[in-house]
């Protein structure tokens, strides 16, 4: 290695350290991490637009000429239109919060020897993080019921053909 090489290793070196002592070694990993997301970024951008320049755009040499097949377009299926929820996500989000709101504040009241005003702040996180639970839950299970509700519909008109 060069010496050059080495003083820019000493002076990385130097500052990562230095980093460490003023952020903390959680400061410095979530620098770094931020730093090394950023460099992904711009290095993704420049390799798509070196690959994107260097494609062959003379796409009549490339491709024969093929017949068309007009295929008829198939229906959108449930979970591909936009319908409403219906009432099992509100409640689920409010089952979720109340359970999560409950139970953190009755934990950390009982756990740990925090003030009122902590035991409260800290039920209300646990609240949002309940019903941020409840609603992930009940997106699961409607999207799981459709999927599965369409999926035996299918299997029954196909049967029903067969036999035809």
């Not at 350290?17 to 711009?42: C, D, E, K």
């Not at 929820?85 to 989000?93: D, E, F, H, K, N």
């Not at 409607?142 to 053909?161: K, M, Q």
Request: glycine share 10%; proline share 2%.
């Amino acid at each position: 290695m060069r010496l050059q090489t080495f003083f820019w290793l000493a002076a990385a070196l130097a500052v990562a350290f230095s980093a460490i002592n003023w952020l903390g070694l959680a400061g410095w990993l979530a620098t770094l991490v931020i730093f090394g997301s950023l460099a992904m970024h711009i290095a993704g951008n420049a390799i798509g637009t070196r690959m994107r320049e260097a494609t062959d755009r003379d796409l009549s040499r490339t491709h024969q000429r093929t017949s068309v097949i007009n295929v008829p377009a198939p229906s959108p299926s449930h979970l591909e239109r936009h319908s409403r929820t219906g009432w099992l996500l509100p409640i689920s989000v409010s089952i979720g919060g109340l359970i999560g709101g409950v139970s953190g504040a009755i934990a950390l009241s009982l756990m740990t020897s925090s003030s009122f005003a902590g035991t409260l702040l800290g039920g209300l996180s646990s609240a949002v993080l309940g019903g941020i639970f409840g609603f992930l839950i009940a997106s699961f299970v409607d999207i799981l019921r459709t999927s599965l509700r369409e999926s035996l519909d299918a299997e029954r008109r196909s049967t029903e053909e067969n036999q035809k």
